[in-house]
Structure formats: structure tokens, C-alpha cells
């Protein structure tokens, strides 16, 4: 698969109308599709050892999107094979008042992986020009200064404040990719009648979530500026089609292990002490007397 068609070039221009929601490239069935993951899934397994050997990166996936999306099915089906000691999920909800006392990045900084490890960020720092944009209200409740407060060009310096770290963390290896998954609203709307009109899908709605549908054209807005702003070649975002949940979780994996990847990786190499230690074990376990 090319993943290329869903990256957002730095400096480009973002249309979302431009981005199918249903788009399943060369893909008519499921079935190949799922047969796909599971190539990937197993790679992606080969390649967390090495990466966890090698201790020398980390990988952050950051998954944004509307309500029904597919973030949590995406994130159980595509991690499902790599080692649950090398993979770290992050779920951001509504900022706890010690996560208030702190600036915006301040709890996504204390959650990144260690190196040798995968990260998943489940909403993130992005919320911060997303939500509280569109509901400029949340920022009397972040106990910022006057000045603060009251500059019109804040969206803009809290761009910037994200790049600058996302390059922070990419020089001192942390790779980052960024996902947008793209659902449709008609697609959203059959996803909440479902939710709604299944007992065991029940705890998943809330009358809140229609309420946000109701500012649809305002969310894409903003995600359509963020991405603009803050995709860069060292930390992209890719725009994901995300009516076929099938074809999501193939498309992401597929990034994920293009970009590993793309690391060449190796796992360390011993030195001759090293090896000598080994054969000197090796000799030990053998001279043991048999139980």
C-alpha cells in the first residue's frame, strides 16, 4: 500500500474534501485486507524487539479524531501483536486540576515512551487547539496570565510551541506519527444510532457526543489549520480513511511499519568480553550433573 497518498506534506494545504472517507485503494474486500494486518502485526512484533534491544528510539503514536472514529478499535486491532511490556496507551480525558497547574504539553511530556518503547497517545497535546478552540470558554478555566489570555494570536503560538517540542523529540529520538482518522458525519451518525440501539454499546454514548456533532464544520476547521500548521517531515500527520474500519487499521499499520522500518534497526552488538562470558556460561550449564 502507499501510504503517501495520506501524508500531509509540510507547508501544504489541507482540504478534506479531498480526503474519501470510504477510499480502499486497491482493496474491494475485506478479507485481503485483514490478511494484510495480520502480515503487518506480525512484523510489527519483530520489528518492537529490535527497537527494545536497540534502545535507542521510541516511537509515539498520536491518534486524533471525532467521537466514533474507530480510535479504540484501531489501536486494540493494530497493537494487538506486539509485546504489552514495549507498548504504552494513553487515553486523554478532560484535564485533572494538577494537569491545570501545569502548561498544555506538560502531561503528554510525562507520559512519552522510554526508549525502546512504543507509545500510543488516545486524544493528546492536539486537543489544546481542537476542543478548547472550539469552545474558547475552557481557557478561563486553565489559570493562564491576562496576556496570556487576552492575545489573539494564541492559536497560532500554541502551533508553534508544538512544533518546537515535537522537534525536540525527534532529535533526541522519539519518532513521532500523527493520525487523523476521517469519518464521515453520515458515517458518525449510523455509528451513534448503533451505540445507541445496543445494550452493551450503551456506555459508550453520550448526549455530549451529539452536541459536538452539532459543530462539526468548526472541528474540521480547526483540524484542517492544526494539521497545516504543525505537519512537518521530522513529526507528519497522515489523514486516514475511516469509514472501513478494516481499511484503517490496515492503513495505520502499514505506516507504523514502513516507519520502523525505515530506522534500520539492529539489535546490539556484543563485544568479544560479551561473548566470552557466554561461552564461559555455556561451559557451566553443561558441566552441571544431570538431575
Same mark, same amino acid.
Given at each position: 500500500?502507499? #501510504? ?30 485483514? *490478511? ?6 506480525? =512484523? ?23 467521537? %466514533? ?25 478532560? $484535564? ?13 511530556? *510525562?507520559?512519552?515512551?522510554? =526508549? ?43 502551533? *508553534?510551541?508544538? =512544533? ?20 464521515? =458525519? !453520515? ?38 489549520? !492544526?494539521?497545516? %500548521? ?11 480513511? %475511516? ?9 495505520? %499499520? ?13 539489535? $546490539?552488538?556484543? #563485544? ?20
Amino acid at each position: 500500500m502507499k #501510504t503517501e497518498k495520506f501524508l500531509v506534506k509540510e507547508g501544504s494545504k489541507v482540504n478534506l474534501k479531498n480526503h474519501l472517507t470510504d477510499f480502499t485503494g486497491d482493496y474491494t474486500d475485506k478479507k485481503q485486507a485483514v *490478511k494484510d494486518l495480520e502480515k503487518n502485526v506480525a =512484523r510489527m512484533r519483530e520489528l518492537q524487539d529490535v527497537l527494545y534491544a536497540q534502545d535507542k528510539y521510541s516511537l509515539l503514536i498520536i491518534i486524533q479524531a471525532m467521537d %466514533a472514529a474507530g480510535k479504540d478499535g484501531a489501536i486494540e486491532h493494530v497493537m494487538t501483536g506486539v509485546n504489552p511490556q514495549g507498548c504504552h496507551v494513553v487515553s486523554f480525558k478532560q $484535564p485533572s486540576s494538577e494537569e491545570l497547574d501545569h502548561d498544555f504539553l506538560w502531561r503528554c511530556q *510525562k507520559n512519552l515512551p522510554a =526508549r525502546g518503547m512504543i507509545g500510543i497517545f488516545n486524544r493528546s497535546h492536539y486537543e489544546e487547539v481542537l476542543v478548547v478552540r472550539v469552545h474558547p470558554q475552557i481557557l478561563q478555566f486553565q489559570q493562564l496570565p491576562d496576556d496570556t489570555l487576552n492575545d489573539k494570536d494564541i492559536w497560532n503560538k500554541r502551533f *508553534k510551541h508544538i =512544533r518546537d517540542w515535537e522537534n525536540h523529540l525527534v532529535e533526541n529520538g522519539t519518532q513521532i506519527i500523527k493520525i487523523f482518522l476521517n469519518v464521515s =458525519r !453520515a458515517e458518525q451518525k449510523a455509528r451513534f444510532l448503533s451505540r445507541i440501539a445496543e445494550a452493551d454499546k450503551n456506555w459508550k454514548f453520550s448526549i455530549g457526543d451529539v452536541k459536538e456533532r452539532g459543530m462539526w464544520n468548526e472541528y474540521m476547521k480547526c483540524y484542517k489549520e !492544526a494539521m497545516e %500548521a504543525t505537519s512537518t517531515d521530522k513529526a507528519p500527520w497522515y489523514i486516514i480513511p %475511516a469509514d472501513k474500519k478494516w481499511f484503517t487499521r490496515l492503513a495505520i %499499520a502499514e505506516i507504523i511499519v514502513k516507519r520502523l522500518e525505515s530506522l534500520n534497526l539492529q539489535y $546490539p552488538v556484543l #563485544t568479544d568480553e560479551h561473548k566470552a562470558e557466554l561461552l564461559e556460561a555455556k561451559k557451566m550449564l553443561e558441566a552441571e550433573p544431570a538431575e
